[in-house]
């Protein structure tokens, strides 16, 4: 029976492989180390490739691209429903395929070097910046069992730690202060390695050119761009803005029956790191749109009279999301109007 697409269940160093053929049905299904694996397929060369979006099946969907590969990537929620019996390597490889030969399943574009590169940046900065506030709230928790109390901010305690170390009046037992005083240096290095960081990301914005297009929209700076082009590349794996919207989570929630429909808030669905990046840049066009007469302000500033601040935040973000997306698709500079 001739193999028409392979199933991949991808893991660290042994992979389960799993063959069927035009009418689903498995021809082998197979464990395969991860030195042999480009060897394995290779003997089936007219197949099609599907594997779960998870970690390793970018480098996996380059590699097998480069040697003429239809390579299907299938987000990991739509193939759980399709796994049968047990959870084990044979059945979620099975599943993949199964997902797979659906009519109407979504794939996922293999992201490139350049886009890998950028999303590496904003996974490091995201993690470091979630560090540097849990340290801030540290901190903060313990100075507040000698009595001790910052106004808030961050940059206002930053400014009163050295001062409250030196003060010798203030409660503070030696022992506190040596521990503060090592979280201060963690604070100053962390403070440190996001700068560097940010200065990179601010470098590759610069050599972009899709960046600089989206970079003119209002409400878009370095880091919002740099996300988005990491992300959706040219926009090709959508197939509108208002489809590219809906899988950020920037759409109602639906739970209708009989007839009657119900909407509730947005469904928080997909990236959710791009979607608050565009939500912040929301917040920044609904704030000087009193001030503005760009065609995006006028909007917002309707909306905002109508529906309220919190509602025209999200319009404001789904709106940012479908030009962005027809900015990349198209190719197209913004045009503010």
Known sequence: MKVTLIGIDLAKSVFQVCGVNQVGNSVFNRQVRRNKLLETLLQFPDVEVAMEACSGSNYWGRELGKHGFKVLLIPPQHVKPFVKGNKNDRNDAF??????????MQFVEPRTLEQTDILVLHKVIDRKVQARTALTNQI???????????SPGKERLLKALPELLEDAENGLTPAVREVLQSLLYEWREANRQIRAHETKLKSAAKQLEPVRRLMAVKGVAEKTATAMVGFAGEGKAFKSGRHFAANLGLVPSEHSSGGRQKLGGITRRGNN???RLLVQGAWSVIRYADRSTDRLSRWAKNVLERR??????VAVANKLARILWAML?????????
């Not at 309220?308 to 935040?313: C, L």
């Not at 698709?329 to 109007?337: A, D, S």
């Open 273 to 275: 790191y791009l979607r």
């Open 308 to 313: 309220g601040k919190h509602k025209a935040v």
């Open 329 to 337: 698709y198209h190719q197209t500079e913004y045009r503010p109007g």
């Open 95 to 104: 599943a993949i395929t199964e997902a797979a030969r659906r009519p109407r």
């Open 140 to 150: 903060r928790g313990l100075l507040n069992e000698y009595g001790v109390v910052v």
